[in-house]
């Protein structure tokens, strides 16, 4: 795994056989650092936003009271609006209240890309921080 900050490149192995192609120096031109093995090595790339858990809370409150689960349900960030039992009209009405909780508007794409309760903390933190 590679990371950068300011000027400087860290990395760690992934694997014993992990070795970059490029010595490092007190300088380095980050655009032209490249991790062959690493791009091999993976099968895809996730990039992960992680909402403040009071943001998460909140979906989870709107979700259960939504679908009407009982208080003992657990709801997480992970949780599959499918698999809480939610069809295409409760994702419809959950996203709606979540619009009217934080004051925000979902477009149509976006709200389609939303699958789980951490999918739905993320776009709203995301269209909060756009309308401040």
């Given at each position: 795994?590679?990371?950068?900050?300011?000027?400087?490149?860290?990395?760690?192995?992934?694997?014993?056989?992990?070795?970059?192609?490029?010595?490092?120096?007190?300088?380095?031109?980050?655009?032209?650092?490249?991790f062959p093995l690493l791009r091999s090595n993976?099968?895809?790339?996730?990039?992960?936003?992680?909402?403040?858990?009071?943001?998460?809370?909140?979906?989870?409150?709107?979700?259960?009271k939504q679908l009407a689960l009982p208080e003992?349900?657990?709801?997480?960030?992970?949780?599959?609006?499918?698999?809480?039992?939610?069809?295409?009209?409760?994702?419809?009405?959950?996203?709606?209240?979540?619009?009217?909780?934080?004051?925000?508007?979902?477009?149509?794409?976006?709200?389609?890309?939303?699958?789980?309760?951490?999918?739905?903390?993320?776009?709203?933190e995301e269209l909060v921080a756009k309308k401040?």
């Amino acid at each position: 795994m590679a990371s950068v900050t300011g000027t400087s490149v860290s990395m760690s192995s992934l694997s014993s056989s992990f070795k970059p192609t490029l010595a490092l120096t007190s300088r380095v031109n980050l655009n032209s650092v490249s991790f062959p093995l690493l791009r091999s090595n993976c099968g895809r790339l996730q990039v992960s936003c992680a909402a403040k858990p009071e943001t998460v809370k909140k979906v989870c409150e709107i979700v259960k009271k939504q679908l009407a689960l009982p208080e003992d349900h657990a709801v997480t960030g992970e949780s599959k609006f499918a698999a809480l039992g939610a069809d295409s009209l409760d994702t419809v009405e959950i996203v709606m209240g979540l619009e009217e909780q934080f004051g925000i508007s979902v477009e149509e794409d976006s709200a389609q890309s939303i699958a789980t309760v951490q999918d739905a903390a993320d776009l709203i933190e995301e269209l909060v921080a756009k309308k401040a």
